[in-house]
């Protein structure tokens, strides 16, 4: 008997395909699970893809089949929409106590007058 961990990812949704229009796969799972998909300028929808994905979300398997072709992902939740674009900035949110404990250390040596030629 193996253990499994549930992670983050876990889920029901497996999809294998291969040399498939990434538009028309992206599509078909995010109408499954009730999400839209809004294809940025510079969106090849015709792109073929390759995926093998097992047990994961549906949130994980629409990134990953995303980043297979070359494209990145943004997921709204409360809208229930995805976009796809050729890239996208992320915000990552940590809590003030970990801001407040970085520290810097650093030291500075050597005159300006000898880095004259």
Known sequence: MRAVVATPESGEVSVSASSVPFGALITNMARDHQYSVLFMEGVQV?????????????????????????????????????TVADSASYTFRLPLHVMQRL?????VGGSPKSMVP
Do not use: C, I
């Open 103 to 107: 520290v810097a250390q650093y030291s």
């Open 46 to 82: 015709n792109r073929p893809v390759t995926v093998h994905l097992r047990d994961l979300s549906a949130e994980a398997a629409m990134r990953r089949l995303a980043l297979a072709a070359g494209f990145a992902l943004v997921v709204d939740r409360v809208g229930r929409t995805v």
